[in-house]
Every structure is written in structure tokens, then in C-alpha cells.
């Protein structure tokens, strides 16, 4: 099978690396084109940035030359975008015209109403946003998104719960690891040995976009769904892996036994479809009373899998738990391969 | 003015330490007895343990022989006790039998019926249940308690809203320091980078102190507040000051700005009454996007006041907020020393 | 071909998952037993230890019963220890006198006359000590040690400089991560955001082993190379990977490019023995401003390459550097693997 | 006795803000004036920077508007300069041409022949190179310099000595504190359980201000001492407080107990002049094997004093020892406050 070709926009970033180390090694997609800023462009990939993505150096791709980021320059047909926002909301569109499909993992995009925001196995069907975007804005191509880190991974735990229960409210506080902020990103004065309790943009992303996600496609455009979610971001001392301790009220109220069934019963309903980035079970159950922590578990299922842990009743909301997952991997670069995944998967031509 | 000789329990720990540097500079009371484990006893203070609550080195106690914790080796008619629970059970019975009263910050008699559980802004009324502890026990002395390090900091802050609205629900997650579990305490390979998302028996603790705290004193004992409080309790890597995510349901559910007023205004209903560690102002609120943070935060007002921020509604229970304060000296120490003065300016005589 | 059983000694400590997660995936051995202390024998392996090694948990060894550890219960004709020294120093020899081959990470046996201390790349020739150790001392089987683990980073490194030009005078500061002291080792509160300056034993290890381990093998003893090394032994708050910066006069004080060739072009004497554990080049010269770092360089090789930057000369001892490696791999289960390795490689029936 | 005026340059960053806290404070100085970038000029103090330096927020200057640094807007007679070197460089001679005597911790002119570079228990006759300065730069003020944190500390502790023995070569690996780099400085990805073993021009100064201040001050210019100095400079994930791993070789080898003999008995040579920033005694001997530590001994002497410790021979230079001292403190501000003392204190009319 002949695999297809794809590009990094801003590759030599936190999460670029990421997407790199995954994109290397990836039976479908084949890297052709690195991008960056203007200052990298020109230089071999390896001597663009440091590698902090572990692994292999450089995934094999140090001496790619880098490009600057623009349609004209650094094109694939399939384009992950590890954009700044700013950035992203100018030429992601380009991309799009263009005739490229960006998944993108910045936020520019993600609220708007043609754009699919996509958890793989909690919302597969968004994907058909893709045609009333086409329609609408004359593209040829098109912009898919995966949520903010934190979202992914409490939407990736809420899904089989609100799928089988029904979620009626989640109360959620996030501690926040330090590379979510990117590179340079936040200063050691500021967290070593800190916590600092607030993460611009962060809460409010949480609350809108876990009710994009767990929506319902109704007739072209998607139905938020309809429950509140109140959210406390903090940022902790932690290199990889965000926690959220998360408070929450399920119809019917059901006993915490009948949640933990639910959970470990859960198989991912793209499991038979052959997503090589998909786990099997997205959501890990621990039974340790001191689990999920970010060290011991982030890695879990290559980045890809939710663990979660500590399931009791609470007196006010009914359940709470504790969710983990790896911010860069299923809360961004990972997402946005297995978005790229699900939409090859899904037949649509790239 | 005479000062009152009181003896430290447990002077070679963590909190013992802080007992003494508060101790050693206290105008009311005097340091006449250090103990520790028998291991430590016949010791210089300044050779039984490594100085860790800054300040002058051992705060001038270096040459204090420590003594065994018995009542018969090391007394004093106040005795602060750093004591663990277990050994706490055994002993502080021991000192009150003996005439002494127990300034303690163990668990193990917190929540006995007729034992004070003190938060002096909060509840100084109380102490009353003293009168009722020594009839029962036949006790000359007694023992009267600070609560677990998160409640303290919680009910500080939640006090006046309580007096004011009324709490009727509080959802909490704490984000606590290593220097709450004692030394050696907690291995640096499983916190360094990391967040342990439990606490043995503190949830529990916070969910039960607050209610007795808050609670009514009606007949010569406390009815418990009624509100449920449900709590996560998490270590992240942190020296001093306890984080806590605070949502809330006030009744009325009255406006931020109308809690912020409430908390801006409120002044220590202790604060005509000289008590040397009382905050004039017990809870501060700090007006930045980012505050209140471990490293900023903890030490204001000498470790007694708490600092709040980030008030702002809740779409779940009405509001949230961020609380810290320092686990050593407002959860601790601190407490248990104002505790002493509250006692000393009731016209006890000691 | 078939695998030769092998027992570790140990198995639930740091040291001993790294064993566990090496031999679990060696081509050459195969764990028949894991051994621990009487408090875990008899529970399955996954329960009587978290693990901390990283990869897949437990390495497949999930299931094993733990047995307690002596000849009796858990033997294997090839044994890995990852005891302690005092527990090493009265096992150890019983295994060796049962026939069985230990190839030990304890520091016990390590200066005893017949006792080979090996760095395969360094110094494999001393194996043959394992002859009059056995003549000596009556013992079918035999103990074969690898150095502390700085020890084993800082001669993996001189070893071609000293073949090449001969080092006459070594003078080094260690910054080691805290994972060198087990667990649960360090305290956090002694180490977060600290440097403790002294770790017991570790000088005068790093002095008296180097010269074992580069000294000549003579008459079936080791001649002490004769150059002094002087260290300074720190810890500092790393998960894994000692630094070394490291001082040196070579005879005849070589310029800075010629030391910098010999590394470059330095091939590992093994490298055609078809060795698992045994990097091709066993030394890497990193040729950034800052680097070799921990996070960045602990891993390559799988640990057991040993990273080296910043030559310089030295106004003093003419030359200076920093040297890095895994204290886990290059200092400790892997060195030992490699040892067994080297022994099996050599044509001793196992 | 009136204060005299001083302002702070560069008042809002690490530096600045501890110049303030000390001299908000002090005896014989009064701020008069704190400068800023242009960003920051015309706003409150409080509302310019996030307070870092402990003690009282903003040390009571919260309200002071910032003004830009020049002459024309922030004059005093005597400046503190918390600039950066290349500002430095550009602004501080427009202060001493103005009249204004620098004190500065800015490493622009420390090198230059006719600048004094102090630590004045060491060299405080070196103050008299600023007549030469004056007369060949027609400066009616003039510049003298605080050396580099690093040099700093160990020159306190090197002086009594080179004083008493005479210092023959030194070897010296640091381990460097994150506040050493201003603000953002470091980024927490970097540092974060890493260790830098980098620092750009850090050795550099280290080997030629060290010989400058133990140099000798002859015929109007210093020669600078004339043994070597060779230096590695590492960062460590420490928040104040560098650490120097120091070998050296003294004349005649002394014994390792007469020269703590010499350390012990070493009074300040400026210990009766009154300068409040001035300890007794400016280097403590720790007798604990595992000291100086950073966190237990970076805020001795409020600051000012050094730490050293694990004094034991060296089989290569002779000698051996750790020392420990604030970076901020001993380092910069603390060094460029006493240099404004020993200036007032010399009758040199400001």
C-alpha cells in the first residue's frame, strides 16, 4: 500500500516533535514536508530545534530541510498542524483552499460551527461537518480539529459514561503538566516547586468544547450537549500528563460498581476498524488506591490510552474519579493522527 | 507579665520544629521541655534533628537536652503535641490526666464528642466543650484540637460565607505540599515530577472536621453543619501551602461580587482580643489572574492567613474559588498555638 | 538456541525491575525466578512491587511468584543481584558455592582480591580472576562485579583515553540522580530544589574502583592503576543519569582535538562478539554547547552508552569534560547483563 | 543622621527586586528612585513586576512609580545597576559622567583596568582605582563593580586563604541555582529534573575575576593574582544558593585541620567599621558531613554569609571542599550594598 504523503506545520515545537516521532514510524502516512517560522526555514530539521520527544533523535528525519510555513512551500495533501493559534487562524485556511486536509490541533477553528472537533471513538460521525464546510466556504480541502489537551482526555473518560448513563453535570479540576504550555513555555522561577492556578483560555476551552464533542449531529451542524461542565485549571510541577480530579452526576444516579462495569467493559468502537493509533481500550481502569499518576501512567497505550482511577461516591454530584492522560499524545498529536486516521479509514479520497 | 511554661511533644519533626520557632519567640509562653522518641532523648535538640523550619537554626532552643515523652519526664501545664496519632492516643490522655492542657495536632481525639475542634476565627465557642471533656474523663487537664492541615485552611476561608450565606455544599481538591507528610515523609521518586492523586484518611478527614468545625455548639455538644462536603485530596510537588479548588453552593446564591464584598470586609472576629498569631485579617483576597500560588502565598501573615482568588460563578454549585494556605503553620503549628492564646485570653487559667 | 535460566536477586527494587525489564526481552537468558525478601515471598511479582522501570509493567513477569532469597528456593545457574551490600555480602557466596554464576550490582565483593570488577570495554580480561577465585575459595560458581554505578559511567569513558595516552590524574564532581539510592532512598524534602553535597561510601568508591578497574591484570591479580583520582560526590534532583564533570591530565598533555578523535573514532573492543547488551560505540561525543544533559542523553544506547561533551583544556590538569550515563544501565542491571554477556560470550559453560 | 538618596536601575527584575528589599530597609540609604524599561516606566511598582523576593511585598515601595532609566529621569547620588550587561554598557557611564556613584552587579565593566571589581572583605583597598577612573575618564562619579554571583562566593571564601597560606591553583565545578538567570530565565522544560552543564561565559568570569580580586592593587592598577583557575559551571534545579565543589592547592600543602583552623578563626576584616551589610564572620565552617545545602544554608547571614563544609585532602591539589553561597544575595545585590558601605564608610562624600 502505497502511503500517503503528509506535512508538519511548526515541526520543530513540543508538539511538532511529537508528530514527527509518530509520523516516522507510521504504516499510512509518509512525511514529506517539515515547516517552521521563517527563522528555521532553510535549516536541517536537527539543527532547527532540540529534540525533547524522546526516542530515536529526530525520528530519522534530521536532515530533512525545513520549510517555511505556506501552501506554496511546504505542501502535502495531508497536513497536521501544530500551529499557534494566531498563526493557525491565518493559514490553516490557505491549506484548505488549497486542497489539503489539516487536522489541527489549534484552537482557532474548533467553535466553529462547520468544523468538526473530533474524539475518534466518542464522536466519529462528526467527521460529515467536512461536507457542509466544503459547501460553505468553497474549499477543496478542509479543517478538522482535536480538542484542547485537558478536553481530550476528560472526554475520552465521559464518552462511554454519557453514551451508556447519560452525564447530567461535571465538576472538574485539571492539574496541568508544564509541557501543555509548549516551549519555552513556562519559567522554572514560576512552577518549580509551585502550583500556579490558572491557564489562560484553558477553563473556558473545557467547558464549550466538551459539549461540542459529546453533541449530537443533527442536520449539518452539531447540538452542544446539554449539560453543564464548570472547570478549575492549574498548572503543577509535572513534565508529561495532565490529571483531572472530576466530580459528576450521571442519570439515574447509578452505583459506583455499575460505573467501574461500564468502564472496564468498555472496547473502543473503533476497534475493528484497524486505526493503528486507536488502543483497543481507551479507557484503562486502575484499581490501585494511589492511581493514575502522570510518571507511572501517561505513557500508557503509547500516549493513547485514558487511565482513570479511584472511583467513589461523592455526596454532592453522585460519582468522581480520577482521569490522566498524556497532553501531547492522546491531547494532541496522537489525536490529531488518529483523526487523520479515522477520516482515510472513512474512504474519503486524500 | 509571667510567661506560661509549655512543653513540646514531638519536637524533633516537621511540625515540631515550627512549634518551636513559634514558641521561641512567643511573648506569652516559654519553652521549658522539648521531647522526642526515645531515640532522641538525652540529645542536644541541635544534634537530634536537622533545622528545617528556617529562620535562626533551632531558634535559640539548640542546647535544650530533649527529653522522653512522658508526662513524668517532660511536662509543662501547656503542652503543644506534634505527637503521631497513634502514639498521640497513648500519650496526650496521659498529660491531661495529669493537669496539663493538650494543644494537639493529631487526629487521633479530634473528633471525640466532648473534644474542642478549634478554628478560633471560626468557632471559638467551642472550647466550652472542655468543661464537659473533664467531667466525663475526669480529667484536671484536657485536650482541645486543630483540625487536618486542608481543613483548617478550607474553613478559615469558608467561615465568614458560612456566617454570612450559609454554605449548603462544597466540592473540594486539594493540591497539597510534601512537607504535610512528615520526614522523611514522602520518596522524592515518586513525587518528584509527579502528582500522587491520594492522601490516606484525608478526604475523610476533610469531610468530617469541617462539619464539626462549622457545626453548632447546642447543649454541650457540637450538631454538625448539615452540608455534605466531598473532597479529593492530592500531593503534587510542592514544599509548603496547601492549594485547594473550592466550588460551592451559598444559599441565595448570591453574586460574586457580593461574596467578594463579604470577604473583603471581613475583619478576625478575634481581633480585638490581642492574641499574637491572629491575623487582623484571616482571609485575604488577592485581586491576580494567577494567585493565590504555594511559593507567593503560603507565608503571608506569618503562615496564619489564608489566601483566596479566583472567585468567579460556578455553572454546577453557583461559585468557585481557589484557597492556600500553609499546611505547617495555619494547618499545624500556627493553629495550635493561636489555639493556646484563645485559651490563655478566655480567662483559663493555665 | 537454548536460553540459560537466571534467577534475580532482588527483583522488586529499582535495580532489580531494570534487571527484570533487561533479561524479560534478553535473546541470551531467561528468567526462571525473581527473588525478594521474606515480606514478599510468595506474593505474585506485580503485587509486591509498583513498577518503576518504565516500558511494559512487570515486563511480562506480572504473574511470578516471588521467592525469597536463597540457593534453595530460587536458584538459577546465572544470578543477578540486586541486594543490598550487607545482605549481598552473606548470600552472595552461597550461591557461588552452589554452582551458580552471580553477577553482582552490590558493592560486598567488589575490592576483594579474586573478585573480577568489570567494565566489559575496559577491562575484560580480569574475568579470568573467576579462575583463582574458585581455587581460593572452594567455590563451583563465582561472583563477578560490576562497579559502582558513577564509577562505571567514568571509566566507561577513560577507558580509550587511558589505552591511547594514559591518564595520570583524575580529578571529578559527580551530580547524581536520586534513583542511586533505591527506594523509597532519598527524602523529597531533602532533595527538591536542593543539592546535598556528600553520599556516603561514593568517594572513596569512585577512587579505589577506577584504579581496579583500569589497573593490569598480573599473575592472576590486578595491579591498581597507578594515577590518582580524587572525587566529590553530590546528589541533585534528577530521576536518572549521573553527571560527572570530570578534570584530567593525559601523559603527554595531548591538544583538545586529538583527545576529541581517539573518542570519536573509539569502536567498542566488543563490538564483534555479537554482544546484546554491548553498544557499538560505547562512548558518544556530543558535539552542543550544553550538553551531555540527563533528560536529554541518560537513554541512548538503551543506557548503556555513555555521553561526553564540552572538552576543553584545563589550566590546571591540562584537559577537562562532562560525562553522563545511565546510573540504572551503564551503573548498575545493565553493566551486569553485559558482564554475563562478556562471561557467556567467552566460552565458560554456564 | 540623613540617608542618603539612592535609586535602583532595573528595579523589576531578581536583582532589582532584592536591591529594594534591602534597601527599603537600610540605615543609611533611602530609595529615592526605581528605574525600569520603557514598558514598565510610569506605572506603579506594584502593578510593574510579580514580587519574588520574599519578606513584605514590594518591601513598602508598591506605590513608587517606575521611572526609565536615565539620568534625566531616575537620578541619585548613588545607583544600584541591576541592568543587563549590554544596558549596562551603554547607561552607566551617563551616571557616572552625571556625578552618580554605580554600584553595579552588571558584568559590562568589571574587566576594565581602571574599575574596581570588590568583595570587601577581600580587596576593599581596590576602591581606590576609582580615582584613576575618574581622572582618566573625567567621570565626576564613577563605577565600581560586585564580580559575578559565582566568583563572588567563591572569592569570600578563598580570601582569608590566600590571605593566610597563598592559593596555588583552583579547580572548581559549580552547581548553579535557576534565579541566577533572571527572569523568565530558564524555562521548565529544560531544568526540571535536568541538570545544564552550561552556562555562556560563566567560567570565563569566573577564572578572570577571580584573579582580579585576589590580584594586587599596585602603582594605580590591580595585577592580578597569578595562580590558575579552572572552572566548570553547571545548572542544577536549585531556586537560590550556588554550590562550588572546590579543589585547590595551597603553599606548603597545609594540613587539612590548620586550615580549618584558619577558616574558624577568621574574623571580617571590615567587622568593626558598622557597615550593616557586612557579617562577622563571612565564611562558616559546617561541620555536618552532608553541608553546605542550599536550601538549609543559601539564607545564612541573611544572605551574606558563606557556607563551606566536607573540608578533607586531595590526592591531586591538596585540598577539598564544598562552599555555598546566595546568589542574589552574597552574589548581587547583598555585594553591591556592602560596596556602597565600604564606600560611605571610606569618607568618600556621596
Known amino acids: 500500500m502505497e502511503r500517503i504523503g503528509v506535512a508538519v506545520l511548526g515541526a520543530t515545537g513540543i508538539v511538532g516533535q511529537r508528530f514527527v516521532a509518530r509520523l516516522a514510524a507510521h504504516p499510512q502516512f509518509e512525511i514529506v514536508s517539515l515547516s517552521a517560522s521563517g527563522r528555521s526555514a532553510g535549516m536541517k530539521y536537527k539543527e532547527a530545534c532540540t529534540w525533547r520527544a524522546g526516542g530515536r533523535p529526530y525520528a530519522g528525519c534530521e536532515n530533512f530541510i525545513v520549510e517555511e510555513t505556506s501552501p506554496e512551500r511546504a505542501w502535502a495533501p495531508v497536513v497536521f498542524s501544530a500551529l499557534d493559534a494566531p498563526v493557525a487562524a491565518e493559514i490553516e485556511p490557505l491549506y484548505a483552499a488549497s486542497g489539503a486536509l489539516v487536522f489541527s490541533n489549534a484552537s482557532a477553528y474548533r467553535m466553529q460551527e462547520d468544523v468538526p472537533l ?37 472526554t475520552t473518560a465521559l464518552a462511554p459514561l454519557h453514551r451508556t448513563f447519560g452525564v447530567e453535570a461535571v465538576l472538574a479540576t485539571s492539574l496541568q503538566a508544564i509541557s501543555g504550555a509548549g516551549y519555552p513555555g513556562v519559567s522554572a522561577l514560576d512552577i518549580s516547586g509551585n502550583v500556579i492556578p490558572f491557564i489562560r483560555g484553558e477553563e473556558e476551552k473545557l467547558e464549550t468544547e466538551t459539549a461540542k464533542i459529546l453533541g449530537t449531529l443533527l442536520g449539518g451542524r452539531v447540538e452542544p450537549a446539554p449539560f453543564p461542565v464548570s472547570a478549575t485549571c492549574t498548572r503543577v510541577s509535572v513534565r508529561d500528563g495532565h490529571s483531572v480530579s472530576v466530580s459528576l452526576r450521571l442519570r439515574g444516579d447509578p452505583p459506583v460498581e455499575e460505573v467501574l462495569g461500564c468502564l472496564r467493559a468498555y472496547r473502543s468502537p473503533l476497534a475493528d ?39 467513589r461516591s461523592c455526596g454532592i454530584l453522585g460519582l468522581k474519579f480520577l482521569a490522566l492522560g498524556h497532553n501531547l499524545e492522546r491531547g494532541a498529536a496522537g489525536a490529531a493522527v488518529l483523526n487523520a486516521e479515522l477520516y482515510v479509514s472513512a474512504g474519503v479520497p486524500a
Chains 1, 2, 3, 4 share one sequence.
Open 273 to 311: 476498524r484497524g486505526l493503528p493509533t486507536a488502543p483497543e481500550y481507551p479507557v484503562r481502569v486502575l484499581e490501585e488506591a494511589d492511581r493514575p499518576q502522570p510518571l507511572l501512567d501517561a505513557e500508557a497505550g503509547d500516549g493513547m490510552t485514558v487511565s482513570v482511577g479511584r472511583f
Open 118 to 154: 473530533l474524539v475518534p471513538e466518542a464522536n466519529p460521525d462528526h467527521l460529515a461537518l467536512l461536507d457542509e464546510q466544503r459547501r460553505r466556504r468553497r474549499w477543496r480541502g478542509g479543517i478538522a480539529c482535536n480538542p484542547n489537551c485537558t478536553t481530550a482526555i476528560l
